[in-house]
């Protein structure tokens, strides 16, 4: 496999006509977001395929290639991998074409498709016949990219036909929509920024996240801690780090912390959770020890579903990957979270990559919660049974006291060890106090975490095991 970064359009000439002009494979360009590969023989382009589609019924393939690379004369910056083989699902266009002819055919079908983008905005633009002419029925109701890349014309004269009708008032634009052949995409909004939290009713704010089923993160931030929730659809799925101080926090806010709300739609928050995984593939990978094209186009040819993250200075990147189809790209830096349309291309520090894995955690959060309001029982009723209290925790492969309350060691990957400590408090607490006085100092405990577990819906996670 031979892998890079090309940087401008004579390095794509330069590449074909050089180290690749008598092998025989495939070229995967990664354009931002979208990965096209090419197919490719002793210099001449013979087919390709789009890494985000399985488009294979179009009457005009040339033109859908040259449609998906013309972004290239825009941004010539790309990654680039080639592995020698033809790859499945390869549309073999009737004539191949150099390299010399794609990118001189590019930079005119660029400037040509700049121009009617001017006119109709998107090509999702669903076009209507206003007057009739020849071959209306072939314009009507189909999007300017449906029309594009399926006319028997070339992707030029297509263009300037479609921008003559428009300008002679023959066709005009009906409604935009989103094809099914284009992927989901990550979607993020700042809802707030930078807000006080203490200034803020944060028992109303999550009940309203409640009832407005919103989905996205909310980050509380202070000189010396930061939280990260994480819904989904109204609901509270994760909180990170998994510590239930956080029921604390919402009750009194601490000064000098700042609150954000970010709104994200789709899959993506499932995925943005992981990078607090800690069972990463690879973790803190110097970025010279692998290079990140051949890592993209293993993502992809493997259909991952994942996140890469790339650490450079001031800043970091997290690659999301969906079923091998690259979802987005989203930066993290001193200014917060944005998407970005394409991949990193500044020297990276180091990577981490991580496969998707369940992250939701919340059941583990009020785990936590429960145990310390146990213990805390126990230390107020019973404080000389603490030492072995403490002596079992020692044993745990999975909790540990520290400063006063019981913490997780590490990321829960079951409840079977988190139950049987519960058990274990359980019995004490039933052999000091009683059942009902058990019952009642419970009720004192929890009472000002009432409201905040009712809103977030979590009495089911309260549910005692039998003693």
Request: net charge negative; hydrophobic share 40%.
């Amino acid at each position: 496999m031979i892998s890079g970064y090309l940087s401008s359009k004579q390095d794509l000439v330069d590449l074909l006509n050089g180290c690749l002009f008598n092998r025989v494979g495939t070229l995967d360009l990664f354009l931002g977001v979208k990965v096209v590969s090419l197919y490719t023989e002793r210099g001449l382009i013979k087919g390709f395929k789009l890494g985000d589609s399985d488009e294979i019924n179009t009457e005009n393939k040339r033109s859908m290639l040259l449609y998906h690379l013309s972004e290239l004369m825009e941004n010539p910056e790309a990654f680039f991998t080639f592995k020698e083989g033809k790859r499945e699902k390869i549309l073999e266009l009737e004539d191949p074409i150099s390299v010399e002819e794609l990118v001189l055919q590019l930079q005119l079908v660029h400037s040509e498709l700049k121009s009617l983008m001017e006119r109709v905005i998107t090509p999702m633009a669903v076009v209507k016949v206003i007057k009739n002419f020849e071959e209306a029925s072939f314009y009507d109701s189909k999007s300017v990219y449906q029309i594009l890349v399926s006319s028997k014309n070339s992707l030029v004269e297509e263009i300037r036909r479609l921008k003559s009708l428009f300008s002679s008032g023959y066709l005009d634009i009906n409604q935009f929509y989103n094809p099914e052949f284009l992927k989901e995409e990550i979607k993020l909004e700042y809802l707030m920024k930078g807000v006080e939290a203490d200034r803020v009713n944060l028992i109303t704010l999550l009940e309203s996240f409640h009832f407005s089923k919103f989905s996205g993160i909310i980050q509380i931030m202070g000189g010396d801690f930061e939280f990260e929730l994480y819904y989904k659809k109204g609901r509270l799925s994760a909180i990170y780090p998994y510590n239930s101080e956080i029921f604390d926090f919402f009750l009194t806010p601490k000064k000098n912390s700042v609150l954000n709300v970010i709104d994200i739609g789709g899959d993506a928050i499932d995925l943005l959770m992981l990078k607090h995984s800690e069972e990463k593939v690879v973790s803190g990978l110097p970025g010279s020890f692998l290079e990140l094209g051949k890592i993209l186009i293993g993502m992809g040819t493997e259909g991952r579903t994942g996140m890469i993250t790339t650490y450079s200075e001031g800043s970091k990147t997290y690659i999301i990957y969906k079923e091998g189809l690259l979802l987005g790209v989203v930066e993290d830096s001193k200014e917060g979270l944005k998407l970005v349309k394409s991949l990193p291309v500044e020297e990276i520090a180091w990577m981490d990559i991580v496969l998707y894995q369940p992250m939701e955690n919340i059941r583990d959060v009020i785990h936590q919660f429960l145990l310390n309001a146990i213990y805390s029982i126990l230390l107020k009723h019973a404080g000389h049974l603490n030492h072995i209290i403490l002596a079992q925790l020692a044993s745990s492969d999975v909790l540990k006291y520290h400063e006063g309350v019981i913490v997780y060691r590490r990321m829960p990957r079951g409840e079977e060890g988190v139950f049987s400590f519960l058990q274990f408090l359980l019995d004490l607490s039933y052999s000091v106090l009683g059942n009902e006085r058990l019952e009642r100092e419970l009720e004192i405990a929890l009472q000002p975490y009432r409201d905040i577990l009712k809103i977030l819906k979590v009495e089911e996670y309260l549910m005692l095991p039998e003693a």
